[in-house]
């Protein structure tokens, strides 16, 4: 019977936080990793799943629901021809090979480690989405040769780290190199796939260590996935109508203050132990 309690505490937990994670993805454009990787550290801690390598089952299962949201926004985007599959076509080798560097990576390090890697890049991803502006530019078109060769790879390694998909850092690249805002989003739904896809493969194969929640296969909670593509998949277009509605702008610098609040509490939960 404990078990069981544990099992629907834990059930509605996840619910709560994948319909949170789909109205924000469609309402601010951000990915849902960002969201999901802090609120299953907390969600599994609390209920008692704190073992060493509990930031890999949240890396890895976040990954694992990017697979599916991403491949269904590449495919929306793509019947409106925002995709621009050159910059998808070019970049893909450099990102798969960073994803799967980044999986080995995050196989053998720790939870606090990744905890600080954590809480210092989502420092900064918060801080751009509060200061940064439409109108930088880096240049006048995506690099190619050996400025492509160093940031895909970058790209896809830094992501897996996170767990997040090509939003968060494909999104801001693509812009800063002027590409159109609507392409850039949809273009990063690609990259999304092309991290998430490699280091899921590997995630599944790797043992990690404490107690872990049922129905989990390698660092992949099977439960999380399943509840979380569910609820995102329904409230998702909640947040996209209110998008249409009203002024996301305002929205977004408030949730930029809450991803750095989040950041430094992981960073304050790391040096305090």
Not at 126 to 146: I, V
Not at 181 to 186: D, E, F, K, L
């Amino acid at each position: 019977m404990p078990d069981t309690i544990l099992l629907i505490q834990m059930s509605l937990v996840l619910a709560g936080i994948g319909g949170c994670a789909g109205v924000l993805a469609g309402l601010l454009g951000v990915g849902g990793g960002i969201v999901l990787v802090p609120a299953f550290f907390y969600a599994f801690q609390t209920l008692g799943y704190n073992g060493p390598d509990l930031m890999q089952m949240c890396l890895a299962t976040s990954l694992a629901t990017i697979i599916v949201t991403s491949v269904r926004s590449v495919l929306s985007h793509n019947k409106k021809g925002a995709v621009d599959w050159d910059i998808l076509k070019g970049w893909a080798p450099g990102i798969v090979i960073g994803a799967v560097l980044g999986m080995f990576l995050v196989a053998q390090l720790r939870s606090t480690t990744l905890q600080a890697i954590f809480g210092i890049l989502a420092l900064i991803v918060g801080l751009y989405m509060g200061f940064g502006r439409a109108s930088w530019r880096l240049g006048a078109s995506m690099p190619t040769g050996a400025g492509r060769a160093g940031l895909s790879p970058a790209m896809g390694f830094l992501s897996v780290l996170m767990g997040i998909g090509g939003g968060s850092f494909g999104v801001p690249m693509m812009s800063l190199f002027s590409v159109p805002i609507h392409r850039a989003v949809a273009t990063a739904a690609g990259f999304g796939v092309l991290i998430a896809v490699p280091s899921v493969i590997g995630f599944l194969l790797v043992g990690i260590e404490g107690p872990v929640p049922p129905l989990t296969i390698g660092a992949v909670n099977l439960i999380a996935f399943g509840i979380i593509i569910t609820m995102t998949l329904i409230t998702a277009p909640w947040g996209v109508k209110l998008a249409h509605a009203m002024d996301p702008g305002p929205l977004k610098r408030v949730f930029a203050v809450f991803l750095v609040l989040v950041a430094l509490n992981m960073l304050r939960r790391v040096v305090l132990g």
